[in-house]
């Protein structure tokens, strides 16, 4: 196997000939057994080395794999990062607190913490919020996996008046407000997470226009002009993002804002 | 007949579609879903360059993942201008460079357990032979060096010229058609039974 034409043969492979050295290599493969059967070999190592195409259904999974990857806004992305920290400051505190109020009080129960309802952890509003004070809650339940931590809502995690525990009627109704609050974030916060965008930026709309005092509001105009900008409605999401500027100059998000805001 | 997601199709079925340039600037603008457009398009090459590259199903997915978010990241940097798939390539590559121990430590973690045989039921048979030859070539390419599966990868499953693939990976046209040769030598001696 000396023939010199051998260099043709493996630069025809890397696609370097023109059309005349092609056409002469050809001919030379019709006469040349040595360099007919490394054609040979070198074809049936690009077929050995091809990779089969993905299926749709692999394409699909991993295409929705990537965009929710890279839907992951960057607030939610550090605050997931926050999670483990956060969940052992605050938890070990409440566990323990918790167990000693169950033990004084036969009050029923009102879990301020929500059952797990994705798979992955995740706390809202600002983490360094949540008053480590005793408050109202008779008890608190905690159980294996993620954990949401409220942020502060006056009524049901903080004394209002000296009057005996429980105040059951009231704090029933303030954490039904509470829970409506949080409901309507969450699932705007799901619409923007899963990539339903445009339905994401509206429910962010309508939280702040239904709980204009609630301490997510800040949250909830910037994750608007984010969504906005990620739906690819850029002018809105510009506007959404002078909003939030204009409301909270010194707000955490402000960098980002007005970055979308150029 | 379902749209193939085969590369050799893909002109025809993104004609009259923005150009992958286009795309990245609107990537570049926050937006998600010309991402998805460039994954369709371009998903079957970053993937049979991981394959090939890495040696292992899951981390060749992982290195996609990766390889794309990474591209969302620096959509800025693309040079508009042509296909993106020199681009995405490079981006594989870098990734493969820097994540070479981790692969080598898992794989070993992992191999380490070791699989109990089992005896195949007659119809998986020839399923199992052609699973058995996929997984000897896999193990003979990811025995070569890096470098020379990032060439292998990039010119012969990638489809890029030895300019593109230079670029890509920062180094003379003239080391890439080495290696390449080199890569190829390799194979053949150790595939040599195989490829009769």
Same mark, same amino acid.
């Given at each position: 196997?000396?023939?010199? %034409?051998?260099?043709?043969?493996?630069?025809?492979?890397?696609?370097?000939?023109?059309?005349?050295?092609?056409?002469?290599?050809?001919?030379?493969?019709?006469?040349?057994?040595?360099?007919?059967?490394?054609?040979? %070999?070198?074809?049936?190592?690009?077929?050995?080395?091809?990779?089969?195409?993905?299926?749709?259904?692999?394409?699909?999974?991993?295409?929705?794999? @990537?965009? *929710?990857?890279?839907?992951?806004?960057?607030?939610?992305?550090?605050?997931?990062?926050?999670?483990?920290?956060?969940?052992?400051?605050?938890?070990?505190? @409440?566990?323990?607190?918790?167990?000693?109020?169950?033990?004084?009080?036969?009050?029923?129960?009102?879990?301020?913490?929500?059952?797990?309802?994705?798979?992955?952890?995740?706390?809202?509003?600002?983490?360094?919020?949540?008053?480590?004070?005793?408050?109202?809650?008779?008890?608190?339940?905690?159980?294996?996996?993620?954990?949401?931590? %409220?942020?502060?809502?006056?009524?049901? @995690?903080?004394?209002?008046?000296?009057?005996? *525990?429980?105040?059951?009627?009231?704090?029933?109704?303030?954490?039904?407000?509470?829970?409506?609050?949080? *409901?309507?974030?969450?699932?705007?916060?799901?619409?923007?997470?899963?990539?339903?965008?445009?339905?994401?930026?509206?429910?962010?709309?309508?939280?702040?226009?239904?709980?204009?005092?609630?301490?997510?509001? %800040?949250?909830?105009?910037?994750?608007?002009?984010?969504?906005?900008?990620?739906?690819? *409605?850029?002018?809105?999401?510009?506007?959404?993002?002078?909003?939030? @500027?204009?409301?909270?100059?010194?707000?955490?998000?402000?960098?980002?804002?007005?970055?979308?805001?150029? | 007949?379902?749209?193939?997601?085969?590369?050799?199709?893909?002109?025809?079925? +993104?004609?009259?579609?923005?150009?992958?340039?286009?795309?990245?600037?609107?990537?570049?603008?926050?937006? +998600?879903?010309?991402?998805?457009?460039?994954?369709?398009?371009?998903?079957?090459?970053?993937?049979?360059?991981? =394959?090939?590259?890495?040696?292992?199903?899951?981390?060749?997915?992982?290195?996609?993942?990766?390889?794309?978010?990474?591209?969302?990241?620096?959509?800025?940097?693309?040079?508009?201008?042509?296909?993106? =798939?020199?681009?995405?390539?490079?981006?594989?590559?870098?990734?493969? =460079?820097?994540?070479?121990?981790?692969?080598?430590?898992?794989?070993?973690?992992?191999?380490?357990?070791?699989?109990?045989?089992?005896?195949?039921?007659?119809?998986?048979?020839?399923?199992?032979?052609?699973?058995?030859?996929?997984?000897?070539?896999?193990?003979?390419?990811?025995?070569?060096?890096?470098?020379?599966?990032?060439?292998?990868?990039?010119?012969?499953?990638?489809?890029?010229?030895?300019?593109?693939?230079?670029?890509?990976?920062?180094?003379?046209?003239?080391?890439?058609?080495?290696?390449?040769?080199?890569?190829?030598?390799?194979?053949?001696?150790?595939?040599? =039974?195989?490829?009769?």
């Amino acid at each position: 196997m000396t023939c010199p %034409e051998l260099v043709l043969l493996e630069a025809s492979f890397d696609r370097r000939l023109g059309a005349s050295d092609e056409a002469t290599l050809a001919r030379h493969l019709a006469t040349c057994a040595a360099c007919s059967a490394r054609h040979r %070999e070198l074809a049936a190592l690009s077929t050995a080395l091809r990779v089969p195409d993905p299926t749709p259904l692999e394409h699909k999974r991993a295409r929705l794999a @990537l965009l *929710r990857a890279a839907a992951v806004v960057p607030s939610a992305d550090r605050r997931r990062r926050w999670v483990p920290a956060v969940a052992l400051v605050f938890a070990a505190p @409440l566990a323990v607190w918790a167990g000693t109020s169950a033990w004084r009080s036969a009050a029923p129960r009102a879990p301020i913490v929500a059952p797990p309802s994705s798979s992955q952890p995740s706390v809202s509003g600002s983490p360094s919020a949540v008053p480590a004070v005793p408050s109202p809650t008779p008890s608190v339940e905690a159980s294996d996996g993620p954990a949401r931590i %409220e942020p502060p809502r006056a009524a049901s @995690l903080r004394p209002t008046d000296a009057s005996p *525990r429980p105040r059951a009627p009231a704090a029933a109704v303030a954490s039904r407000e509470g829970d409506g609050a949080s *409901r309507a974030f969450r699932e705007a916060i799901d619409a923007v997470s899963q990539g339903d965008f445009a339905d994401g930026a509206k429910k962010m709309d309508a939280f702040r226009a239904a709980h204009p005092t609630d301490a997510r509001v %800040e949250e909830a105009a910037f994750l608007q002009a984010v969504a906005l900008q990620r739906a690819g *409605r850029l002018d809105e999401a510009k506007a959404a993002a002078r909003r939030y @500027l204009a409301s909270y100059p010194a707000g955490a998000h402000r960098a980002q804002a007005a970055r979308i805001a150029d | 007949m379902t749209a193939r997601l085969s590369v050799a199709t893909l002109p025809e079925e +993104i004609r009259d579609e923005p150009s992958d340039g286009e795309l990245f600037a609107r990537v570049a603008r926050g937006e +998600i879903g010309p991402l998805g457009t460039l994954f369709d398009r371009h998903h079957a090459a970053v993937r049979a360059f991981a =394959r090939r590259v890495t040696g292992d199903a899951a981390d060749a997915d992982d290195l996609v993942q990766e390889t794309f978010l990474t591209a969302q990241r620096a959509a800025a940097s693309f040079e508009p201008g042509g296909t993106a =798939r020199p681009f995405l390539l490079g981006v594989a590559a870098q990734l493969a =460079r820097r994540r070479r121990r981790t692969f080598a430590r898992l794989r070993a973690f992992l191999t380490s357990f070791g699989e109990a045989p089992r005896a195949p039921l007659p119809d998986q048979e020839a399923a199992l032979a052609a699973a058995e030859e996929a997984a000897h070539v896999n193990a003979v390419v990811a025995s070569l060096p890096l470098e020379h599966r990032l060439v292998l990868g990039m010119v012969e499953l990638g489809g890029l010229t030895g300019v593109e693939a230079a670029k890509a990976l920062d180094v003379p046209v003239g080391t890439v058609w080495r290696r390449l040769h080199e890569a190829r030598g390799m194979l053949r001696k150790k595939l040599e =039974r195989r490829l009769r």
